[in-house]
């Protein structure tokens, strides 16, 4: 699967007004990152484990070792 074939989402936080959003597509093995702003522009890609790992410290769920 292609980059352009992905779903991109926003969180349900982000506003409908612009700013600073980041689209997150989630695949089997990658969660790739992009700016909402420059869907274009630059991906990062990380694998399901770190990606998880950071949400679970973002949420507070976990501290950093």
Given at each position: ?65
């Amino acid at each position: 699967m292609s980059i352009e074939q992905v779903a991109w989402f926003k969180s349900s936080y982000s506003g409908s007004g612009g700013g600073n959003c980041v689209e997150v597509a989630v695949t089997a093995t990658t969660v790739h990152i992009r700016d909402s702003k420059n869907a274009r522009g630059a991906v990062l890609d990380v694998s399901n484990g770190p990606w998880h790992t950071f949400i679970a410290f973002a949420a507070g769920e976990t501290e950093v070792r």
